[in-house]
């Protein structure tokens, strides 16, 4: 928006110049400054054509410059550098990047070419008018009709009026770029959210939760994951869900912390239909450790606290969930404790853990949250999971699993 606000005074500002210019120039030929406008036009029309084809071409290789950033992505992240070094798949990378590439960027730059071609060729029409006002001023220069001092006032105004009508159509095409831009985004803003937060109650502690004949398959898929599961969890129980891999523990979850919705059955907590709950309370009650639990290039006490901002929590806090997940030892390795970077990516003197270190901050960051329930999706937190009650995300066999 700030973009579009930027071009529109620049574009305002290039047209009072030109309008200026073109008042002073008419004097020397009115009819050779209606033309230098006129022939002036076609640039501006092609280069707006060209934008928005260029625009539409972007919109239609998308899937290529995605599968591009991934392989980029792969090639120079950390988390990919030994298996790429064991595997020697460097060139295979390279190889797999310029098979897109290729063919990308050799309809890209027919596209440009044809633009640059064509811009080129219009842009000599301006000139060639400049051209002939010059000449008819050198004309009148000798037959008297004006000085020497004019010549140059006139040439340094018709460079002025070149410079503030590539400035006015530089402009304008930005703000037409950011036009279609910013349509495009109108478009994504107004894709209905798959789950409906129109529940308004607070959830505080849970007593139970129950699980009615609930199926499920994922948006775009034929197969069902979920198949009529039905159970229910009470207060201080520890469950365990046990299955194959794949057998749909894991979407269980998903569907409990609502990041997706029940395609039949219900889920209730605590006898009301967790749609009935407002999205964020119902996540505020639970805390759990992913099987693929991420890690923060921020410091200690932020890969700790992460897990909720809004508690107003002091270092006891803090350090008592290091304790629960065995990592007290972690911060006695730091130099700067819980202020230690845990990445060497943004700070030299950051520091960086071992796969089980980073489980255990992990962890340490599910205790922190101090939900009603906590969920570990990795059998690695079983010991330490025995304070609360606890669900493992650990599914009885479905019917469609065995
Ligand atoms: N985002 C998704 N889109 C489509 N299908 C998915 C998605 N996530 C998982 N699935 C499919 O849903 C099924 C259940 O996956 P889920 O992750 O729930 O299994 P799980 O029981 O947790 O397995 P594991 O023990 O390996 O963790 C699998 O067949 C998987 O391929
Ligand atoms: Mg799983």
């Known amino acids: 928006m700030i973009s579009v606000l930027w071009s529109g005074f620049s574009c305002v500002s290039a047209l009072i110049t030109l309008i200026c210019a073109l008042l002073i120039i008419s004097k020397v030929s009115l009819l050779l400054t209606v033309l230098l406008v006129a022939v002036s036009l076609p640039s501006a029309i092609l280069n707006q054509t060209y934008t928005k084809k260029l625009y539409q071409w972007n919109l239609t290789h998308v899937k290529e410059e995605r599968q591009m950033n991934y392989l980029s992505f792969i090639m120079t992240d950390k988390k990919y550098a030994q298996e790429l070094r064991l595997f020697n798949i460097g060139d295979f990378l390279k190889e797999k990047f310029k098979a897109i590439w290729g063919p990308y960027f050799a309809k890209k730059k027919k596209l440009t ?23 008819v001023l050198s004309l009148r220069i000798m ?14 105004l018709l460079a002025q009026f070149l410079s503030s009508l590539m400035a006015a159509l530089t402009s304008i095409i930005n ?27 607070k959830l505080n502690e849970i007593t139970s939760i129950e699980f009615n004949d609930v199926s499920f398959r994922y948006p775009g898929t034929e197969k069902e994951v979920l198949q ?6 009470n207060a201080h129980e520890k469950v365990c869900l046990v299955g194959l891999n794949g057998a749909g523990k894991s979407t269980l979850i998903k569907l409990l912390l609502r990041f997706y919705d029940a395609e039949s059955g219900n889920i209730r907590i605590n006898g009301v239909d967790i749609k009935n709950y407002e999205i964020v309370s ?12 991420p890690n923060y290039a921020f410091t200690l006490r932020e890969n700790i ?30 130099a700067d404790g819980l202020d230690s970077y845990l990445s060497r990516a943004y700070e030299e003197n950051g520091t960086e853990l071992s796969g089980g270190q980073h489980q255990k901050i992990a962890l340490a960051r599910t205790f922190f949250r101090n939900s009603s329930v906590l969920i570990s999706g990795t059998p690695a937190a079983k010991r330490r999971f025995s304070r609360r009650t606890v669900c493992r995300t650990r599914l009885l066999p479905t019917k469609s699993s065995s």
Do not use: W
């Open 113 to 135: 070419k044809k633009r640059a071609f064509l811009v080129t060729l219009l842009s000599v029409l301006p000139q060639l008018c400049i051209l002939g006002i010059l000449a």
């Open 143 to 156: 037959g008297g009709n004006n000085t020497i001092g004019d010549y140059s006032l006139y040439s340094g």
């Open 175 to 201: 703000i037409y770029d950011q036009k279609l831009r910013i349509h495009s985004f109108e478009e994504f803003e107004a894709i209905p959210n798959a789950v409906a937060n129109t529940g308004t109650e």
């Open 228 to 233: 009529h599961i039905s159970f229910s969890v």
């Open 282 to 293: 119902l996540r505020k009650a639970f805390s759990c450790l992913f099987q693929q639990s």
């Open 305 to 334: 606290t992460i897990s909720d901002i809004f508690k107003n929590a002091d270092e006891n806090d803090v350090l008592e969930a290091l304790y629960n997940s065995s990592a007290s030892d972690i911060l006695g390795q730091m």
